[in-house]
């Protein structure tokens, strides 16, 4: 495409999340040659393009689809309300988690104790999972997005012609329990609860 919705997305999260400073939106020309390959592709070269024009000058990447919008009530401090995206933010940093999903179809592996107990503070909570479907939105740390961008690069790599790629979801949760197992069961995946974003 040769056009963007960068501005109708930054007014949408801005009335949820005024103080939210996105000063950058990673994106790419959709090009005839990747037609095809899948959503793998797009999340592999949107990671790419923000690596390319950002190096390592950032905390987080947000990564939305586009029509991925934040449910009522969800703020951002200084705002007040139940959904509370910094607090989460604060809290992954805390346990060493590696990933926060913060919306989607299908969560696996998460205990539903938890996740009620956390839905009903002040603030919400972030809980463990294992796997996601069709998730719409998700924040990766800095490290987290550099080891998923080489995943999603091993999997292209070693897809055959014409073969389908596995979807991002499949592929970013496979990263994120390897890198748990690879801290001994520190890190891992979690998903915001309440959830924060809404699919339209």
């Not at 009335?15 to 990673?26: D, G, V």
């Not at 009522?72 to 933010?89: R, Y």
């Not at 748990?180 to 924060?196: F, I, K, M, N």
Request: net charge neutral.
């Amino acid at each position: 495409r040769k056009h963007t919705r960068a501005e109708v997305f930054r007014a949408a999260w801005a009335r949820a999340w005024p103080q939210l400073p996105i000063r950058f939106q990673a994106s790419f020309f959709n090009d005839p040659s990747i037609k095809g390959l899948g959503c793998l592709v797009g999340h592999y070269m949107a990671l790419h393009h923000l690596f390319a024009n950002l190096g390592g000058d950032f905390d987080y990447v947000l990564m939305l689809e586009d029509d991925a919008l934040p449910f009522e009530g969800t703020t951002w401090p200084g705002v007040g309300g139940p959904n509370n995206l910094d607090k989460h933010l604060d809290d992954l940093k805390k346990i060493g988690g590696s990933g926060l999903v913060l919306g989607g179809h299908h969560f696996r592996g998460w205990d539903m104790a938890d996740v009620t107990a956390l839905a009903g503070t002040a603030h919400g909570g972030i809980a463990r999972a294992t796997s996601a479907w069709g998730s719409y939105a998700y924040v990766l740390p800095r490290s987290s997005a550099y080891a998923v961008l080489r995943h999603y690069r091993i999997h292209i790599d070693a897809a055959k012609p014409g073969e389908r790629l596995l979807g991002p979801d499949d592929v970013l949760w496979e990263k994120l329990e390897m890198i748990r197992a690879r801290r001994g069961g520190e890190g891992g995946g979690y998903v915001s609860t309440p959830l924060l974003v809404d699919h339209a």
